[in-house]
């Protein structure tokens, strides 16, 4: 088990350093041989106050990873109703509820990174700052424009959001023109990730793979496991493989073949995990299954 987690650790730590487009970075905290305390690191997103500063964050991982999320708080200090302005702790539900074993620390950081661009005022982890943008929206983005100055080392000035209308904007609907260019999704909802560096094509073609609900057009928030599966899909990470049949598999401990059925079986990584969406099932090589399609014997296949 120890060595399946570490072997993930320094698979996930090896594809952030190959990717740099996504502009993500992790480190060993202090002593390099210890890949189980992190930091990791991002741009703030442009249009927002957060614009040309970077984020350090402080990574956690626990020793049943990947079936429990990594601990991450802010080390930057940032001014934002979602993260405390004392301790850098984060409320995001994809670092609690709403995480998934298929989900990644790369994939975490860029969630983070989304809700510097979307924060939600009325599930606060600072309550002063979350007031703030409620009542007095210019002001907030004033004073996170002063932190990330202050703090995150972003250009003294104005960012590119202007009048500081953005967080405003991101609300609005959009368009029929923007409806058609974006297969239907809102402008905005997409834009969460193109700022990211993706192009639209590909974070359309991402929403449709994972089901996301068009609503008509409408912008809404979209579910934090939800982001994480189309940040997943869109950097190419964690293959999921969701398949309706019967799954027939030998333990890595055990020489006899064991039948399981589930309705979905999941794989987090090649070689490394197969267990079911609740993250009951856990066997590892991946590489050792045999896929079997509805009435057919699983006997005939594994013998």
């Not at 740099?20 to 992190?38: M, R, W, Y």
């Not at 074993?101 to 939600?120: C, G, N, R, W």
Request: proline content about 6%.
């Amino acid at each position: 088990m120890a060595s399946n987690r570490m072997r993930r650790i320094g698979k996930e730590i090896a594809d952030i350093h190959a990717d740099a487009h996504s502009q993500i970075k992790v480190e060993p905290f202090g002593n390099q041989d210890d890949v189980t305390h992190l930091r990791g690191s991002f741009p703030g997103p442009p249009g927002t106050p957060y614009e040309g500063g970077t984020y350090n964050i402080d990574i956690k991982i626990p020793t049943d990873y990947p079936f429990r999320p990594p601990t991450m708080k802010f080390e930057t200090k940032v001014w934002h109703p979602n993260v405390s302005s004392q301790t850098g702790a984060i409320c995001l539900d994809t670092l609690s509820s709403a995480w998934s074993p298929v989900l990644t620390i790369k994939s975490a950081l860029l969630s983070l990174q989304s809700l510097l661009s979307t924060p939600e005022p009325k599930d606060p982890q600072d309550a002063e700052v979350a007031n703030m943008l409620l009542k007095s929206p210019k002001e907030f983005e004033r004073v996170a424009r002063d932190w990330a100055v202050g703090y995150a080392g972003a250009p003294a000035g104005s960012a590119d959001n202007g009048s500081g209308s953005s967080l405003d904007d991101t609300r609005q609907g959009a368009g029929e023109d923007s409806l058609a260019k974006y297969d239907g999704y809102n402008k905005n909802l997409i834009d969460r990730f193109t700022s990211m560096g993706f192009d639209v094509e590909r974070v359309v073609a991402a929403f449709r793979y994972v089901g996301a609900d068009r609503r008509g057009g409408q912008d809404y928030e979209l579910e934090e496991g939800r982001m994480g599966d189309i940040a997943a899909r869109l950097l190419g990470e964690s293959p999921i493989r969701l398949v309706p049949h019967e799954w027939a598999f030998r333990r890595c401990d055990d020489s006899d073949w064991q039948y399981c059925e589930l309705d979905h079986i999941n794989c987090a990584m090649a070689g490394a995990f197969w267990f079911d969406y609740e993250g009951s099932v856990e066997i590892t090589n991946c590489d050792r299954f045999v896929s079997l399609a509805p009435g057919e014997s699983w006997s005939d296949k594994v013998g």
